[in-house]
């Protein structure tokens, strides 16, 4: 799916809860490099601290929760946080929502049995409710997941504005479609390759959204990627595996990646991540399974590989792979993207 008249993506990047003064450094440079936007990811915290601090310390750049997991809380505290996350930062603020997996969702946070796509959806909906209306006066909000009366809540200040920004994360079709329907924008996994950002999410929205009655500009597509450049290419395949690790042997995800002909060595992978320990299982994950979600190499190939999202993307947010990378390799592949791509 193209868009039509395409420019070059914007990009994003990501802020992680460090301390106060590598934080505030973090900011001004996204800042100053001219960052569209910066996310903060929710892995055990909640994502808004980070972004508070940003808020504080930046006039221009966007701030998004990437994303908030909408089991580990009540949709009212997600609200709320939405609310001040906006007045603290003059409007800049979007709410990045997403389902998690069950095994985080129920078996970390301890979030009740529940369906992710009727939780999310429900979710949404139960936020905004209460955005537009807490300073009002709120009706009973009837759900299946989320019951309130509001009965004793007494009226918030107004908020900056009565619509933030709703996107939704995605891994495979089904919250595609959820975005395209109710969302005010999509977020791409991680892990998506990029032939299957092209060729099957971007062809997915297309047709939610025309099945929906919406245009393609009413939402925004950001697609999130993983780039390692490193004239080594067999250095950047090594510091990428743990990650693939760590993602390929959820089981949830067995169907994305049997999509991509790893379905036996995600299961292998799986012996680890079930037992705490992904690291183990990092050797067992093959290059090509790195090179299919990952772009590595020279720089000038990253370039290419990512650039096919040119026009099918709305913005980008290209980052290393996270786990089990020391802060010296970290920075170095944070440099070499943003040389790349932030120029």
């Not at 055990?44 to 909408?70: C, D, E, W």
Request: aromatic share 8%; hydrophobic share 45%.
């Amino acid at each position: 799916m193209a868009r039509s008249n395409p420019s070059p993506p914007r990009h994003w990047s990501v802020l992680q809860p460090l301390p106060a003064p590598i934080l505030v450094e973090m900011a001004r440079q996204a800042e100053a490099r001219g960052i569209h936007g910066c996310f903060a990811p929710q892995v055990y915290g909640p994502p808004f601290l980070p972004l508070a601090v940003a808020a504080a310390v930046t006039s221009r750049v966007q701030l998004a929760s990437g994303i908030a997991i909408a089991a580990a809380r009540s949709p009212f505290e997600t609200a709320m946080a939405a609310i001040d996350m906006d007045r603290i930062s003059g409007g800049r603020f979007v709410l990045g929502l997403g389902a998690s997996v069950l095994s985080w969702s129920r078996g970390i946070y301890g979030a009740p049995d529940h369906k992710p796509l009727a939780h999310l959806r429900e979710t949404v909906a139960a936020v905004r409710h209460i955005v537009r209306g807490a300073h009002t006066g709120l009706e009973p909000f009837e759900g299946e997941y989320y019951r309130a009366d509001f009965k004793e809540l007494s009226p918030t200040e107004p908020p900056l504005r009565e619509a933030i920004p709703i996107w939704i994360a995605a891994l495979r079709a089904p919250m595609v479609r959820l975005a395209a329907e109710i969302g005010d924008g999509l977020i791409g996994h991680p892990m998506w390759s990029i032939e299957w950002a092209a060729d099957e999410m971007a062809p997915a929205l297309e047709a939610a959204l025309a099945k929906a009655g919406r245009r393609r500009d009413a939402i925004e597509f950001n697609a999130w990627l993983w780039a390692a450049p490193n004239p080594d290419e067999a250095a950047a395949i090594e510091d990428a595996r743990p990650t693939m690790a760590f993602y390929g042997g959820v089981k949830q995800y067995e169907s994305f990646f049997e999509a991509h002909g790893f379905l036996d060595v995600a299961r292998r992978l799986q012996q680890g991540v079930q037992r705490g320990d992904y690291r183990s299982v990092a050797p067992l994950v093959p290059d090509e399974m790195v090179r299919t979600f990952v772009a590595v190499g020279e720089p000038e190939k990253v370039r290419e590989r990512i650039g096919r999202l040119t026009g099918i993307a709305d913005s980008l947010c290209v980052v290393p792979p996270a786990y089990a990378l020391g802060p010296e390799k970290a920075l170095y592949y944070a440099a070499s993207i943003a040389e790349i791509f932030q120029a």
